[in-house]
Structures are given as structure tokens and as C-alpha cells.
């Protein structure tokens, strides 16, 4: 033991390890003497005395694990049609409503504005959603060639300046980008959109969230938010 009252960490790694050894050889006696006579006595006796229930019982028990995974490697998104008076023949645009992103989780969010990205025809798109990104949810690359990092907040309330000074300290330093933006589920503050507007960073707040989850390419929804700031 140490000075300070805590153990050594090698002693800790041999008291555990010498636990583990313990708890397998009890699980292995169980599992080679009552749970194997059990299994291949009661439960495959059972099994052969009554073929047709077996087999009405194991299909759904093996339906189960592949809905599973279907529904797993499914992507969770929304995708229709931006005309109501579409044909066959019309292309298939993502968009998402406000409700929907509303109600994803952060990590979701984050994955969703990849995915029009990628709609947007951007290339090299990296979704990062990991602890430690330091601030580059999302990265990818526009039609000029520009490195776009994007960085996320499902915020139930607006962005502060503190959180756009973060992203600004890691967007063009640590993460070369040429285009840093930042999308907030709820818009953000004055104070914000103050200090985004001296450091040349691109706020997307939520109408502009709207129109570009709506089918609006990018870059025309940021434009349009400008004007609209500007009227």
C-alpha cells in the first residue's frame, strides 16, 4: 500500500486477476457439470420428444436477432419528395423536418447534417461523434476544393459566445478549415453572432437549418440568411 493510502497499481492488477481466475473456474464447473447435463438431458430430450413445438418455438427466436439487424443497418432518416405532384420518374431528395431533428439525440443530429452534405454533393464527408474531436463534428470538402468544418449543437436553447470563441479556437488552427461553420438547432445569441461576425465564422441558426433541411443546397440557404439579416 502506498503512502497515501491507495494500493499499488501491480498489486491491484494481480488482486484482480487472481479474482477472475476464481470467478472463471466457478463458471466453468457450472457450466461443465449442471448446466451441460441440463442442457443436453432435460432440454434436448424435451427437444426430440416434441420436434413440432420445437420448431414452432425456435422460429421466431431466430426471426428475432435478424429483424434486429436489419433494422440496425436501416439509416434512420427521412427521405420524399420535394414536389407534391411528383411522377416515377423524379429524383429522390433527402429532407428532414424541424420535428425530426428536434427529437434526434446529439450524436444523431450530427450524423443528419452529414448526411445533406453529402446530399449537397459534398465530398470526403467525416462524421466524427466522438468525445475529443475538438470541435469537428463533421468534415468534408466543397466543389472548390474548400475544407468545410462543421461543428454541431442540439442545443434546446441558443448558442452563446462561448461555445462559438471554442469552436473558433480549434476550427482554422487545429483543423485547417477553409469554410468553419456552426449549426445551432435553436439559432444563437447576439453576443454570438457578434463575435462569428469579426472572425469570419458561418452561423446557421435554425430557419436556415430549415431551408437547407428542406432541400435548399447550402451554401444558397446561408445567402439567404444573410439577406434576410441584412433587410
Partial sequence: MRHDGTFDPLLKAIAWAVLAIAVAKVVWQWLSTSFWRWLSV?????????????????????????????????PHRYVHYLDDDFDDEAPAV?????????????????????????????????????????????????????KVVVQCKHYARPVGSRDVQTFNGTARPEHHADVPVMI???????????FAARHDLILVDRQILHDWAQGTYLYDAIDDGADRAAA
Avoid: K
Fill in 42 to 74: 432435460d432440454v434436448w430430450g424435451w427437444i426430440t420428444d416434441h420436434p413440432w413445438w420445437s420448431a414452432l418455438i425456435a422460429a421466431p427466436l431466430l426471426l428475432i436477432p435478424v429483424l434486429l439487424a436489419a433494422r440496425l443497418l436501416t
Fill in 94 to 146: 433527402l429532407t428532414y423536418g424541424m420535428d425530426y431533428l428536434d427529437a434526434l439525440e446529439a450524436t444523431e443530429f450530427e450524423r443528419a447534417c452529414a448526411d445533406l452534405l453529402v446530399r449537397d454533393g459534398f465530398t470526403g464527408v467525416q462524421h466524427s461523434g466522438r468525445a475529443g474531436d475538438l470541435g469537428a463534428d463533421v468534415v468534408a470538402w466543397d466543389h472548390l476544393g474548400r
Fill in 184 to 194: 445551432g438547432l435553436n439559432g444563437f445569441t447576439r453576443d454570438a453572432r457578434a
